[in-house]
């Protein structure tokens, strides 16, 4: 299905449900990734996610799911 351009979100959404899962649409890249750590750039900031056990649940082309203890989310330049 087309949806027709003006109808598109090209904005980063960021989901977070409660403290132990979060995802990341319309992001760029992973600039960093560790269990403790995570770093992805979007269009408009870096995505900086801190917390324990973080791991990439899902990553396909337009999203990229994160599960693990989140401790806080911050954009960074």
């Known amino acids: 299905m087309d949806i027709s351009s003006d ?40 995505v900086k996610i801190t917390g324990d056990k973080l791991v990439l649940k899902y990553i396909n082309e337009g999203e990229i799911g994160i599960k693990g203890i989140i401790y806080s989310l911050e954009y960074v330049d």
């Open 7 to 46: 109808l598109q979100v090209t904005k980063t959404i960021i989901t977070i449900v409660s403290n132990t899962f979060l995802s990341i649409e319309n992001y760029v890249n992973i600039v960093e990734f560790d269990t403790n750590l995570i770093r992805i750039k979007t269009k408009e900031k870096v």
